[in-house]
């Protein structure tokens, strides 16, 4: 639409006229937001340093649900079709019910997740501060692949044509088949 949304650092959320640059809306949340607002279905998600994921009216600022989970969320949620998903410091992933805010499941990794999960159709993909890859079902939660990188993910995962691409801290590019899970190409530089 014709407005902006974004965060600061002391938890505050703001909605800006494009065109005139005029406040709409702020907001104020429990804890600190490191990330930037997802919007989706005419509203806006946070995760807080607190554990607290928010959505929040585009119009008004509102809040329409709160849930609050083990950990601090200092990556952005994911939205696809209907469901968020989001990852704690406390190794765990969640994906959320976007009108309603109830968890559909949840995921115990070995690491901090402090990257943006990546779903697609069928799966849903995260690295944690553990060095593993992981491919989740995106419906269940059930783990479908893991493999562990040699140093942990700098970035989230994308996805380029059939590749799954994860930049790791030793600033390399590993290429995963998206569909298959196997090792398509070596390390890069």
Known sequence: GNKVIFANNKGR??????????????????????????????????GTSEGKLVALDLEKGNLIWQR????????????YEDALYIGTNERMVYAVDAASGETQWSFKTEGIVNTVPLPSPNYLYLTAWDRNLYVL?????EMKFKTQLKK????????????????????????FSNEQFTLAAKEQK
């Open 137 to 141: 079902d995106r419906h269940s939660g």
């Open 13 to 46: 959320v703001f909605a800006l006229d494009l065109s005139s640059g005029l406040a709409l809306w702020e907001k104020q949340l429990l804890g600190n937001v490191f990330s930037h607002p997802v919007l989706g279905d005419g509203r806006a998600f946070l």
């Open 152 to 175: 942990p993910a700098k970035s989230s995962p994308i996805i380029y044509r059939d590749l799954l691409l994860v930049h790791t801290a030793n600033d390399k590019l590993i290429a």
């Open 68 to 79: 609050d989970f083990d950990g601090a969320i200092f990556s952005s949620p994911s939205y």
